[in-house]
């Protein structure tokens, strides 16, 4: 079956645009995640959705960084006034439920000159 | 705060040779294991987890066991092929939380 889905798989903006990420998880699961995997590092949790709310946003760096999830499924990262540091791969992960195990999918490229 | 530790990277062996990737971790209570492993050019995929202390997880020959004495999770194989190149991630996640904590990554490069 069909995987994560994220679009675009590679954005370029220029230092202090709005940016919007998405996410199209896996049909029929809950739980959705995002993370930002800095080059040679690691992923790094930034949010966790179950349903429609976000459950754990204790990762989002500042203020800068929101995300949406208004009907369960497609969730959208949107990022504000863009910084250079925030380049990186965002990476989204759905599961059937909290505790089971994360599906990612290919991440979008975010380069900000 | 929970932690990662893996062994620094790059790794490169010949093909057939014994790999051992060094993990560790630091975390309250008993966190599930994991090994994720990226490919080149495609996304993460979850190569093999364990979720209690002394389980052994495996797949495609990789076998890796949950050693809660040494807060470790090795990654090992007991005869690598070219198509095991790849990045290779360990992470855990604690009891009760949604998380992923990842190590660094660990990249394996395998020689013919």
């Known amino acids: 079956g069909a995987g994560v889905s994220q679009t675009p798989s590679n954005k370029v903006t220029e230092k202090g645009k709005y940016v919007e990420l998405r996410c199209d998880p896996i049909s029929g699961h809950t739980a959705l995640y995002w993370y930002r995997q800095s080059l040679g590092q690691g992923p790094e949790f930034l949010i966790y959705?179950?349903?429609?709310?976000?459950?754990?946003d204790s990762g989002l760096p500042n203020d800068r960084f929101f995300a949406v999830r208004p009907e369960g499924s497609v969730s959208t990262l949107k990022i504000q006034r863009t910084e250079r540091g925030d380049s990186a791969v965002y990476l989204c992960a759905s599961s059937f439920a909290h505790q089971e195990t994360q599906y990612f999918g290919p991440g979008t490229r975010l380069l900000v000159l | 705060g929970d932690s990662v530790t893996q062994m620094e990277g790059p790794v490169t062996l010949s093909e057939e040779a014994f790999l051992t990737i060094n993990c560790t971790y630091t975390a309250t209570g008993y966190p599930s294991l994991f090994w994720y492993v990226q490919y080149p050019g495609e996304g993460l995929q979850l190569l093999l987890k364990a979720t209690k202390a002394d389980d052994k997880g495996s797949n495609k020959g990789f076998e890796a066991t949950y050693r809660k004495e040494t807060t470790s999770f090795h990654l090992e194989k007991g005869s690598v092929q070219v198509s095991d190149s790849a990045v290779y991630f360990c992470a855990l996640r604690s009891w009760g939380a949604q998380k992923l904590v990842f190590g660094q990554g660990t990249r394996l490069t395998i020689n013919p």
């Open positions: 959705f179950q349903g429609t709310g976000a459950a754990d």
